[in-house]
């Protein structure tokens, strides 16, 4: 939701927003990726404190201008986060 409203607010004002969270940064990026053999720029990019250490990872989930969302891991490579992507119950240590 953060990424969404974040565009939203640029595609109005101009600018992104982080309405004073301190578990959040959202900010405009600038970061291609390449995923696949495919090249993708990212739009908008955001940290969670949910995010961090989840699974033994940290990392950043960015958008695209056209809404495909890019999982940034510190430890891995970058992954797409499809519409029907669910998060798995228990990390991979249990």
């Given at each position: 939701?953060?990424?969404?409203?974040?565009a939203k607010d640029y595609a109005e004002h101009g600018y992104v927003t982080n309405y004073g969270?301190?578990?959040?940064q959202v900010w405009l990026s600038t970061n291609v990726v390449s995923i696949g053999g495919t090249q993708y720029q990212c739009f908008?990019?955001?940290?969670n404190g949910?995010?961090?250490?989840e699974g033994?990872?940290?990392g950043?989930?960015?958008?695209?201008?056209?809404?495909?969302?890019?999982?940034?891991?510190?430890k891995r490579p970058p992954k797409i986060i499809?519409?029907?992507y669910r998060a798995s119950i228990f990390?991979?240590?249990f």
């Open positions: 939701m953060d990424l969404k409203m974040a969270a301190k578990s959040y908008i990019t955001t940290t949910k995010f961090y250490d033994g990872c940290e950043s989930l960015a958008m695209t201008t056209n809404q495909v969302f890019i999982w940034l891991d510190s499809c519409t029907n990390p991979p240590r």
